[in-house]
């Protein structure tokens, strides 16, 4: 295992240099080459090296690599940040290869290219076989969905008491819905209500995943690198909310000035929760800091609105978000039906939403209703 660490500490320091300089300086062709002369010799012992992350583990050809490191640790982010779950180097690897290799390790938004000699198998997450083969009928799906919300209770519930989350877990949720809408479940059957004050936040969230990546489906985003993110960043867009005092979040009556100025709040409580937690897309930040911003430039956080622009999934978001508040029974009003919800969002067409993602998403809502036979 000597020389896997050597390995790895020589190709982390090409990494870092590729993203200090560029790939082609000179400082990233002499660790490329050193990475390259180590990988040469274990592939002479072994037709492959095969490097696996297990949550915060490494796993070099199925054996546990206990004395990780510091370059090791810095191996485990860089994955985590691309989506990879396993790579295998392959006896012939080349210079360029490598060399190519190490600067999309880099690039966190761009799917990793198909090498000759070089595999990568993106964050894959086992979905529960028994209940994805074939269709759904409505028993299967409300017990799928059900078993994700009590997985996103134990999430948030990690988060309020200790402040850390198991981020597999996170990725299995996402890849379950994901593999969901692969199997053509229709998206109402697929969104859960609240029942009570305690289970919104989650229900909620739960909800709002589902309906973004449900619009990048239908955007014919189809990458699952695309549908993970966008899918995480809904799930976690309100956790600046868990930092909200419960008698604001509950209350029945309109909330006062102060009371509205802290719920104002939570779009930067949840970025800096979010920026602190290695492992999650960067998107998943930026989301939480922007989803209340809006496509007109108005909205808060108030200290971001003249100079920032909503990213896409931060729009994909908000939509997401305001479609299943409205539709949700809250402490002081009902819950709307979903056509007048949808009707009520065709007013805020330029202003709260973008045109193109909002006319996008309410047309894909009533056909929604309608292959599923409702007329509400």
Known sequence: ????????????????????????????????????????KLLKESAVLEIMLVEDDLIINKTPFREKGLQGAH?????????LARVEFLQGVTFEELRQFISEL???????????????????????????????????????VSRQVEM??????????????NIARLNGIIGNFIAAFRKKANILKLLSH???????????????????????????????????????AGLLHDVGKLYISVGTLGKKETLDEKELEEIKLHPLYGARYLSSIEGLPPLATVVAFQHHLRYDGQGYPELCMSSIKQHIFSQTVAISDFFDALRSARPYRKGLE?????????KEVGRAFDPFLLDNFIRRMHKALSDKGEMN
């Open 1 to 40: 295992m000597e020389t896997v660490k050597t390995f790895i500490s020589a190709l982390m320091s090409a990494v870092s240099n590729c993203s200090l300089y560029s790939k082609d300086h000179t400082s990233v062709d002499e660790f490329t080459r050193k990475s390259l002369a180590i990988l040469d």
């Open 75 to 83: 191996l485990i982010k860089r994955l985590k940040r691309k989506g």
């Open 106 to 144: 880099i690039e966190t938004n761009k799917t990793m290219s198909v090498f000759p000699h070089i595999r990568s198998g993106v964050l894959s997450i086992q979905l529960d076989e028994a209940r994805t083969e074939g269709d759904f009928d409505s028993d299967d799906i409300s017990s799928f």
């Open 152 to 165: 996103v209770k134990e999430i948030y519930h990690d988060i309020s008491h200790s402040k850390k989350f």
């Open 194 to 232: 609240a029942k009570s004050l305690e289970e919104y936040t989650c229900i909620h969230a739960t909800n709002v995943s589902v309906l973004s990546i449900f619009q990048m489906e239908n955007l014919g985003m189809r990458e699952k690198l695309i549908l993970h993110d966008v899918g995480i």
């Open 338 to 346: 979903i056509k007048e919800t949808l009707a009520l969002m065709k």
